[in-house]
Protein backbone atom coordinates (compact mmCIF):
# COMPACT_ATOMS: atom_id res chain seq x y z
CA UNK A 1 0.00 0.00 0.00
CA UNK A 2 1.51 3.19 -1.09
CA UNK A 3 -0.82 5.62 0.16
CA UNK A 4 0.84 7.44 3.12
CA UNK A 5 -0.07 7.82 7.02
CA UNK A 6 0.37 10.76 8.88
CA UNK A 7 0.57 11.16 12.75
CA UNK A 8 1.67 13.36 15.32
CA UNK A 9 -1.15 16.27 15.32
CA UNK A 10 -2.47 17.41 17.97
CA UNK A 11 -2.94 20.07 20.52
CA UNK A 12 -0.48 22.94 21.72
CA UNK A 13 -0.07 26.38 23.06
CA UNK A 14 1.28 29.08 20.66
CA UNK A 15 4.92 28.98 21.09
CA UNK A 16 5.05 25.38 20.90
CA UNK A 17 6.81 21.97 19.34
CA UNK A 18 4.93 19.45 16.95
CA UNK A 19 6.26 16.96 15.16
CA UNK A 20 4.57 15.22 11.95
CA UNK A 21 5.24 12.03 10.43
CA UNK A 22 4.39 10.29 7.40
CA UNK A 23 5.00 6.82 6.97
CA UNK A 24 4.68 4.42 3.66
CA UNK A 25 5.13 1.31 2.24
CA UNK A 26 7.91 2.30 -0.94
CA UNK A 27 11.35 3.70 -0.83
CA UNK A 28 10.95 7.01 -0.63
CA UNK A 29 13.71 7.95 -1.95
CA UNK A 30 11.94 6.15 -5.19
CA UNK A 31 9.76 9.20 -5.25
CA UNK A 32 10.15 12.35 -7.43
CA UNK A 33 9.46 14.18 -4.15
CA UNK A 34 7.53 14.44 -0.59
CA UNK A 35 5.76 17.64 0.81
CA UNK A 36 3.41 18.48 3.60
CA UNK A 37 0.58 20.61 2.89
CA UNK A 38 -1.91 22.33 5.08
CA UNK A 39 -5.80 23.67 4.71
CA UNK A 40 -7.16 25.86 7.59
CA UNK A 41 -10.95 25.45 7.58
CA UNK A 42 -12.69 27.68 4.17
CA UNK A 43 -9.59 28.29 3.15
CA UNK A 44 -7.59 26.12 0.06
CA UNK A 45 -4.74 23.61 0.36
CA UNK A 46 -1.79 25.70 0.51
CA UNK A 47 1.84 24.13 0.32
CA UNK A 48 4.24 24.35 3.54
CA UNK A 49 7.77 22.22 2.50
CA UNK A 50 8.66 20.31 0.12
CA UNK A 51 11.97 17.88 -0.79
CA UNK A 52 13.25 16.25 -3.72
CA UNK A 53 14.53 13.19 -3.67
CA UNK A 54 17.81 14.66 -4.03
CA UNK A 55 17.58 16.67 -1.06
CA UNK A 56 16.76 20.26 -2.10
CA UNK A 57 13.77 21.80 0.39
CA UNK A 58 11.89 24.77 -0.23
CA UNK A 59 9.71 26.26 2.70
CA UNK A 60 6.19 28.38 2.25
CA UNK A 61 7.28 32.16 3.44
CA UNK A 62 5.11 31.76 6.17
CA UNK A 63 6.84 28.94 8.11
CA UNK A 64 9.99 29.61 6.78
CA UNK A 65 12.87 29.37 9.67
CA UNK A 66 10.13 27.39 12.11
CA UNK A 67 9.49 24.34 10.08
CA UNK A 68 11.60 21.81 8.67
CA UNK A 69 11.09 18.78 6.54
CA UNK A 70 13.72 15.45 6.80
CA UNK A 71 13.62 12.46 6.14
CA UNK A 72 14.62 8.52 7.49
CA UNK A 73 15.38 6.48 4.76
CA UNK A 74 15.74 3.26 6.27
CA UNK A 75 12.23 3.79 8.08
CA UNK A 76 10.48 5.11 5.00
CA UNK A 77 9.44 8.16 7.22
CA UNK A 78 8.88 11.71 6.28
CA UNK A 79 8.52 14.31 8.93
CA UNK A 80 7.77 17.82 9.34
CA UNK A 81 9.51 19.83 12.58
CA UNK A 82 7.08 22.51 13.59
CA UNK A 83 8.17 25.01 15.89
CA UNK A 84 7.43 28.14 17.39
CA UNK A 85 3.80 27.38 16.36
CA UNK A 86 1.30 30.05 15.76
CA UNK A 87 -2.36 29.95 16.07
CA UNK A 88 -2.76 30.32 12.51
CA UNK A 89 -0.72 27.16 11.77
CA UNK A 90 -3.86 25.48 12.89
CA UNK A 91 -4.60 23.40 10.04
CA UNK A 92 -5.06 19.35 9.12
CA UNK A 93 -1.72 18.30 7.39
CA UNK A 94 -1.02 16.52 4.82
CA UNK A 95 1.54 14.48 3.27
CA UNK A 96 2.19 14.01 -0.38
CA UNK A 97 3.96 11.56 -1.98
CA UNK A 98 4.87 12.27 -5.70
CA UNK A 99 6.25 9.65 -8.06
CA UNK A 100 6.41 8.35 -11.96
CA UNK A 101 4.07 5.81 -12.61
CA UNK A 102 4.05 4.42 -16.27
CA UNK A 103 5.51 7.59 -17.91
CA UNK A 104 2.98 9.85 -15.38
CA UNK A 105 3.69 11.55 -12.63
CA UNK A 106 1.00 10.34 -9.91
CA UNK A 107 0.51 11.71 -6.15
CA UNK A 108 0.07 9.80 -3.33
CA UNK A 109 -2.19 11.75 -0.50
CA UNK A 110 -2.47 11.02 3.07
CA UNK A 111 -6.02 11.04 5.19
CA UNK A 112 -4.32 14.25 7.24
CA UNK A 113 -3.57 15.04 10.40
CA UNK A 114 -5.17 17.72 12.67
CA UNK A 115 -2.69 20.64 14.22
CA UNK A 116 -4.13 22.92 16.71
CA UNK A 117 -2.10 26.59 18.25
CA UNK A 118 -3.97 27.57 20.81
CA UNK A 119 -3.46 31.20 22.26
Known amino acids: QVQPVESGGGVVQAGGSLRLSCATS????????MAWYRQAPGKQRELVAT???????NYAASVKGRFTISTHNTENTVYLQMNSLKPEDTAVYYC?????????????WGQGTQVTVSS
Open 51 to 57: MTSSGST
Open 96 to 108: RLSRTFMGDEIHD
Open 26 to 33: INIFSTNS
